[in-house]
């Protein structure tokens, strides 16, 4: 399998712009989660899905953040619109292997820049 | 309190030592848990994962859990430069599948 993917791998956009990044899980997993670390703050989990269904948003910071799974093998976090205090790394992470529990195996991340 | 706490380091060991993170937790019913290891400027990696109290190697890594004490440990034996990283701690605590991560620790092998 090739892991998770993500893209785009960077970002660069200016405030008031909206922002899409996008997820594709590893095959067969049924939880998908969105994180975003920065230094200051480290990882911190936005939202969560099971089975394509958001299980806990209460991560979201602010209602410009939004996101969705249409289907099994793709989900979108949109940022709409963007600020300066966006600028993070966000990460996908998919889970559900059978057999091993809870263990989230992460795509390679999407480093935003808003100026 | 943080339901995840580890020190932030930077724990710097001579190459050839054993390297020792450690890790504690808040919540006492409490599972399962993981080791991360993350490059600078890379994903986490999900290196061990312990769910029994006790002891679990894999290579030069030994994964330690005492969940009396609510603590886990990371011990890299036999430590090279390319272990220099950042070792997040991950605690899953019930319900659905999230897990809680900590801050990370900086690991720095001097060679």
């Known amino acids: 399998d090739a892991g998770v993917i993500q893209s785009p791998r960077h970002e660069v956009t200016e405030m008031g712009q909206e922002v899409t990044l996008r997820c594709k899980p590893i095959?067969?997993?049924?939880?998908l989660f969105w994180y975003r670390q920065t230094m200051m703050r480290g990882l911190e989990l936005l939202i969560y899905f099971n089975n394509n269904v958001p299980i806990d948003d209460s991560g979201m910071p602010e209602d410009r953040f939004s996101a969705k799974m249409p289907n099994a093998s793709f989900s979108t976090l949109k940022i709409q619109p963007s600020e300066p205090r966006d600028s993070a790394v966000y990460f996908c992470?998919?889970?559900?292997?059978?057999?091993?529990?809870?263990?989230?195996?992460f795509g390679p991340g999407t480093r935003l820049t808003v100026t | 309190q943080k339901e995840v706490e580890q020190n932030s380091g930077p724990l710097s060991v001579p190459e050839g030592a054993i390297a020792s993170l450690n890790c504690t937790y808040s919540?006492?019913?409490?599972?399962?848990f993981f080791w991360y290891r993350q490059y600078s400027g890379k994903s986490p990696e999900l290196i061990m994962s312990?769910?029994?109290?006790g002891d679990k190697e894999d290579g030069r890594f030994t994964a330690q859990l005492n969940k009396a004490s609510q603590y886990v440990s990371l011990l890299i034996r036999d430590s090279q430069p390319s272990d220099s990283a950042t070792y997040l701690c991950a605690v899953h605590s019930g319900g659905y599948q999230k897990v809680t991560f900590g801050t990370g620790t900086k690991l720095q092998v001097i060679p």
């Open positions: 095959s067969g997993h049924d939880y």
């Open positions: 992470a998919s889970s559900g292997e059978p057999g091993v529990p809870y263990e989230q195996y």
């Open positions: 919540d006492r019913g409490s599972q399962s």
């Open positions: 312990i769910y029994s109290n």
